[in-house]
């Protein structure tokens, strides 16, 4: 296995995550899986039919939040997808493409209801269209969760999720978290004065999570051509979408904080004399950051994708990472966060953190609420609202202004 190139070792592992997912999937439905075992138009369905809306339905009617569950199974989660992929050789992928499959999914017919078993939803054309920056941000406005998947051609492809459930952590749940205010106290006992940012060195941070995650997992779905579509995607000033690399640092004692630590700076302003990381400098003078994660907006909503830490302490510095932009989110006025998939044990931290089991239909009309328009006049007010929650790049904040934000 090891002298097989990286992209067949990559497959390789990729069809054994399938195969797990769909073991688990049977086990929970007794019926075999149908991901990928057949394919249509958007006016037929994958695989068989199904009699009855699962246990976990995803036309659940929105119900108030306190009566959300705080955690749900892997299985329970794979018991509300058994359609699993859903994918039409005749689908490109375009705008136009994902209305269509948006007005089949809310039709409210039959055929609506049994597609809305189907959890991937992969589109078919060329790889620069598959990969197209307005096209993914258009998904990721409408609720899709992309992830990358290299199992149908061998090659790596973007294969967007729309979620049975979604981890969706809104501020008084976040701060009513147990977790969270003991991390809060950490931090206000700690002697290291931390820092947190934005998109200071947005290479460096998804080098960082490259890193992390080959080393851990052996693989990385968040993937150097995935990060390039959303760079890209971020420069375009006529959508609503924008990227986050968040790194944590801590300060060194000499440092002097600058009297406005949330507003809008320069990248160039993070001076390496200000900020240090876990002392493990691998760009000459530059700050070597502590934890990070990758995330994007859509509106007043922001998204998690994937993170990461470099060193293992008792201060538990992943999790200082979360709390802190949890905090800076809610001083910027973000609505809530989608922490997106929500299953325990594996996502236990985002239990933690204080998330509720949002069902699909709940989740975007949640989402919908807040996200404003997607596509952006930049003299329109609908722009500026849209601009006004949004982290900017290289904006910064110091740990201190966020542990005594109330």
């Known amino acids: 296995f090891a002298s097989l190139p990286s992209h067949e070792q990559e497959a390789i592992r990729e069809k054994q995550r399938?195969?797990?997912m769909a073991k688990k999937q049977t086990q929970v439905t007794q019926q075999p899986c149908t991901v990928g075992t057949r394919q249509s138009e958007v006016g037929g369905l994958p695989g068989k039919a199904v009699d009855e809306v699962p246990k976990h339905g995803l036309l659940t009617e929105k119900c108030p939040a306190s009566k959300h569950a705080s955690s749900i199974t892997h299985a329970e989660y794979c018991a509300a997808c058994r359609g699993g992929l859903f994918r039409d050789p005749h689908l490109p992928p375009t705008e136009q493409s994902l209305e269509l499959l948006l007005s089949v999914l809310n039709a409210g017919d039959e055929q609506a209801r049994r597609l809305n078993t189907c959890n991937y939803f992969q589109f078919s054309g060329p790889e620069s269209a598959l990969w197209d920056p307005v096209f993914n941000a258009?998904?990721?406005y409408?609720?899709?969760?992309?992830?990358?998947?290299?199992?149908?051609?061998?090659v790596t492809e973007p294969l967007p999720e729309l979620q049975p459930f979604y981890g969706v952590l809104t501020w008084s749940n976040f701060e009513s978290s147990k977790h969270v205010r003991k991390a809060l106290a950490r931090l206000r006992r700690s002697e290291r004065r931390y820092w947190i940012a934005n998109c200071v060195d947005p290479c460096r941070t998804w080098k960082s999570l490259d890193r992390y995650h080959r080393k851990k997992y052996g693989c990385n779905w968040l993937t150097e051509q995935y990060f390039n579509?959303?760079?890209m995607a971020s420069r375009n000033l006529s959508i609503n979408f924008q990227m986050h690399c968040i790194e944590l640092f801590a300060e060194k004692e000499t440092a002097e904080i600058p009297t406005d630590q949330s507003s809008y700076q320069t990248p160039s302003c993070l001076c390496p004399k200000r900020l240090c990381g876990s002392g493990k400098d691998t760009d000459g003078d530059q700050p070597h950051p502590l934890a990070g994660e990758i995330g994007f907006s859509v509106g007043g909503v922001y998204t998690s994708l994937s993170g990461w830490t470099e060193e293992r302490t008792s201060d538990?510095?992943?999790f200082a990472q979360l709390v802190l932009l949890g905090r800076w989110l809610q001083r910027r006025g973000y609505a809530f966060w989608s922490l997106g998939h929500c299953y325990s044990p594996e996502m236990k931290y985002k239990q933690e953190l204080g998330h509720r089991i949002f069902p699909r239909a709940d989740f975007l009309a949640l989402l919908k609420e807040h996200r404003g328009q997607f596509r952006l006049d930049a003299s329109s007010s609908a722009a500026l609202a849209a601009q006004q929650a949004v982290l900017k790049d290289g904006e910064h904040c110091g740990a201190q202004q966020l542990l005594e934000f109330q």
């Open 142 to 154: 409408e609720g899709f969760f992309t992830i990358t998947t290299s199992h149908r051609r061998g």
């Open 316 to 318: 538990g510095l992943g």
């Open 138 to 140: 258009r998904l990721a």
């Open 229 to 231: 579509m959303l760079q």
């Open 18 to 20: 399938l195969r797990k």
